[in-house]
């Protein structure tokens, strides 16, 4: 077994053995816009489910990066999940771009109006969380933004059983984040009833 003491790594090195230990992660393929009304799309993976009561999810973002400063300005956004389909693009998103360049308007992404925000969503996400900003937590150099659900968007093939909320993950066919340059799919699932 080998040891790492963080208080001995750096921080690039502690974020390569999060980043590669913590794995598959999905993508928060995340639009805002500042308050002229220009239109942000950044992805995050460090991204997950913190509450259903309140709708709560989080994204952690490194610095203060337009994503962050357009949600503490407007405290909206809307969040994606990758699919293969729009995979690339969303890599391209990740460019680092002048805080005046829209990458929705750069890579020529077709948007959608959203329902409860006025955030618009990118129209070829399997699904679309409209979210208002519940706390913002600064941690080190790090902002943890915990954003609070106000409206689901799902694709029609994506929902089995609309009446119970069934959602398919295969239908979904989410990309999650490795490390480095590396992307991963939903593979084999297993099915394990909870004990009672």
Partial sequence: MK???VSELSEQDVYKLLSGTVVPRPIA???TQDMTGLVNAAPFSFFNVVSS?????????????????????????VIHLVN??????MNQ????????????QKFDLTMKPSEMVDV???ENARVRLEVKLYQ?????????MLLKVVNFVFADEAVVNPENFHIDAKRLNPMARLAGNDFARLGDTIELRRPD
Avoid: C, F
């Avoid at 973002?61 to 994503?67: A, R």
């Avoid at 680092?96 to 929705?104: K, T």
């Avoid at 913002?136 to 943890?144: D, E, Q, T």
């Fill in 3 to 5: 040891s790492y003491k």
């Fill in 29 to 31: 393929w995340l639009t």
């Fill in 84 to 89: 293969p389909d729009n995979l690339h693009v």
């Fill in 120 to 122: 618009p969503g990118i």
């Fill in 53 to 77: 009561d309140p709708a709560i999810v989080s994204i952690s973002m490194t610095d203060m990066k337009d994503s962050a400063r357009n949600l503490l300005a407007t405290g909206e956004g």
């Fill in 93 to 104: 998103t990740a460019a680092a771009l002048p805080a005046d360049e829209s990458e929705v």
């Fill in 136 to 144: 913002h937590i600064p941690v080190g150099r790090s902002h943890l």
